[in-house]
Each structure stands twice: as structure tokens, then as C-alpha cells.
Nanobody
Framework: VQLQASGGGLVSAGGSLRLSCAAS????????LGWFRQGPGTEREFVAA????????YYADSVKGRFTISRDNAKNTVDLQMTNLKPEDAGVYYC????????????????WGQGTLVTVSS
């Protein structure tokens, strides 16, 4: 499966941004989808994930209550709505698919998009 992330950009602290990831080459109806991010000088970390049906969602503690993950299986897309952004949210955001094992561990995700850059000014 090929993943294409978009929607990154520059936003002021407290602002909002919506990321989107489009999948092609394979139906995602039975797969979990997720978002990870990597800030400057940091390791890639889990942000959020959603089950194939959309009924189960998972978030990193640092983004709970501010970020919302959603998916549209008809369009093969997964979105990440980010609100009340903080400077520490800045980084490259990656969408991922096909988890096998713990969804919080990036090593268990088999497909990755190219990333989209989010910059948050203070």
C-alpha cells in the first residue's frame, strides 16, 4: 500500500491544522491506520491510531483531548485533526498502515507515507 500525507504547514501556537493521508494500491478496510511524528533531534513517536472500523481510537497522552483521528474507508483516507497546537507538536508527521503487534511501537507498522511537516510558532 502507498500512503501520501498532506496538510502540514505553519501555524501559530493555539491554532489548528488538519492532516490527511490517502492510501492507494490496496484496500485498507481491514487495517489499522495511524499517525506518528518526529521532532527535531527526537525519535519518531506514536501520536494516534484508529481501528479498521473506526470504533477504536488510541492517542498518545501528550495529544489526548487536542487531536482527533478519523478515517473514511470509502475514500481510503485517514485524517488527523489537531487543535490547540503547541510548539512541542512541531515535526514531521507520518501516516502508517498495517500494524502487526502493539500499535504504539513504530516497528510494528509495515507501510509508511513520506511525511508532512508541521511547524508551530510560539
Amino acid at each position: 500500500v502507498q500512503l501520501q500525507a498532506s496538510g502540514g504547514g505553519l501555524v501559530s501556537a493555539g491554532g489548528s491544522l488538519r492532516l490527511s493521508c490517502a492510501a492507494s494500491g490496496h484496500s485498507l478496510h481491514s487495517n489499522g491506520l495511524g499517525w506518528f511524528r518526529q521532532g527535531p533531534g527526537t525519535e519518531r513517536e506514536f501520536v494516534a491510531a484508529i481501528s479498521w472500523s473506526g470504533s477504536a481510537t488510541y492517542y498518545a497522552d501528550s495529544v489526548k483531548g487536542r487531536f482527533t483521528i478519523s478515517r473514511d474507508n470509502a475514500k481510503n483516507t485517514v485524517d488527523l485533526q489537531m487543535t490547540n497546537l503547541k510548539p512541542e507538536d512541531a515535526g514531521v508527521y507520518y501516516c502508517a498502515a498495517d500494524p502487526d503487534g502493539s500499535w504504539y511501537d513504530l516497528r510494528n507498522w509495515r507501510s509508511w507515507g513520506q511525511g508532512t511537516l508541521v511547524t508551530v510558532s510560539s
